[in-house]
């Protein structure tokens, strides 16, 4: 019986700490604030969500020397802060772990802030693969 217990204990944190993989269709919806901004439109952010992150709200990507966290993959060299680099600009003002959770809130307010100061070609993925032909990441529930 105890090892029952212990199972299900560790099975219940297991979840908890697991990453959110959202579907086109929950990206769609959770970014309804972001719809034109920066003339930007619902189906391209789902595109380049999909294409930077894997809509895994909990993707971190090491790359040359910075780190990147979360759905949009935001860089703690610039603008978020970690305990990785001990200088960042923090131009959002947000510990980067905050974007590695399931409420998109802060991740859209600095992503706008990310939009107003370098606009869209921060993301990569959206020139190269997002920019056109957007059919397939539109979402007809919403």
Do not use: H, M, P, R
């Given at each position: 019986m105890m090892?029952?217990?212990s199972l299900l204990l560790v099975g219940n944190l297991f979840h908890a700490i697991q990453?959110?993989?959202l579907t086109k269709c929950e990206v769609f919806q959770r970014l309804k604030?972001?719809?034109g901004y920066g003339g930007i439109t619902l189906p391209e952010w789902v595109?380049?969500?999909f294409h930077t992150s894997g809509c895994d709200t909990q993707t971190v990507v090491n790359?040359?020397?910075s780190t990147e966290y979360g759905l949009f993959q935001i860089n703690n060299?610039?603008?978020c802060r970690d305990n990785h680099i001990p200088h960042s600009r923090d131009i959002c003002g947000i510990s980067c772990d905050k974007f590695?959770?399931?409420d998109l809130t802060d991740d859209i307010m600095c992503v706008k802030k990310i939009l107003d100061n370098v606009g869209i070609?921060?993301?990569l993925a959206h020139k190269a693969l997002c920019s056109e032909k957007l059919d397939q990441w539109r979402c007809e529930k919403w």
């Open positions: 090892s029952f217990v990453a959110e993989q604030d972001l719809d595109c380049t969500v790359n040359n020397g060299k610039i603008w590695l959770d399931d070609n921060y993301w």
